[in-house]
């Protein structure tokens, strides 16, 4: 079972700064995965897809890379409603499989 | 624009069982895979199953297999999902999920609460 991992936890920043988020699969999962953010008492929203592609939406601002087992979510400038949760997830391939998600990283104000 | 509506909060007693409803409306439901994904209080997301409303099939998350059930009704537009067995750790919230690519659409909801 391919495992995704989050890092870093938390990620202390201020408006205006720049955010890196990593995540990291267990093994190759090409481009098969996609960005998503959470705020308190709202569902999670689709963000970026397929690794790099904006899904609708989603502000150019954010921006999403790499391939094979290593993934980043950059925020170019933080804005404060940037300021939630964010997940990676794994798609694979179909006939129906697994849509693992990674443990998730806190981005607060610091 | 597709809506997903789901039914309301529920709470049970360990060991009984809970079905959840998610209504689709606004695009076309046939062949677009619908998820359920549960969010236990203050924890990540887990994906729990999906089911392809063309044809029922269903795919379920090792963890679940056996207490889970994914069900369609093509004539309501509705995606049911029947967990059974509960035990406290399956309080969560419980979304329904439309995937056109990845998880595009999102229901609001649903708590399920399970306690003695």
């Known amino acids: 079972e391919i495992v995704l991992t989050q890092s870093p936890a938390t990620l202390s920043l201020s408006p205006g700064e720049r955010a890196t988020l990593s995540c990291r699969a267990s093994?190759?999962?090409?481009?098969?995965l996609a960005w998503y953010q959470q705020k308190p008492g709202q569902a999670p929203r689709l963000l970026i897809y397929d690794a790099s592609n904006w899904a609708s939406g989603t502000p150019a601002r954010f921006s999403g890379s790499g391939s094979g087992t290593d993934f980043t979510l950059t925020i170019s400038s933080l804005e404060p409603e940037d300021f939630a949760v964010y997940y990676c997830?794994?798609?694979?391939?179909?006939?129906?499989?697994?849509?693992?998600f990674g443990q998730g990283t806190k981005l607060e104000i610091k | 624009q597709v809506h997903l509506v789901q039914s309301g909060a529920e709470v049970k007693e360990p060991g009984a069982s809970v079905k959840l409803s998610c209504k689709a409306s606004g695009s076309t439901f046939i062949s677009r895979y619908m998820h359920w994904v549960r969010q236990a209080p203050r924890q990540g997301l887990e994906w729990m199953g999906t089911i392809n409303p063309t044809g029922g099939t269903t795919a379920y998350a090792q963890k679940f297999q056996g207490r889970v059930t994914m069900t369609w009704d093509t004539s309501t537009s509705t995606v049911y999902m029947d967990l059974s067995s509960l035990r406290s750790e399956d309080t969560a919230v419980y979304y329904c999920?439309?995937?056109?690519?990845?998880?595009?659409?999102w229901g609001q909801g649903t708590l399920v609460t399970v306690s003695s």
């Open positions: 093994q190759s999962i090409e481009s098969n």
């Open positions: 997830q794994l798609r694979s391939n179909w006939p129906p499989g697994r849509y693992t």
């Open positions: 999920v439309m995937a056109i690519g990845y998880f595009d659409y």
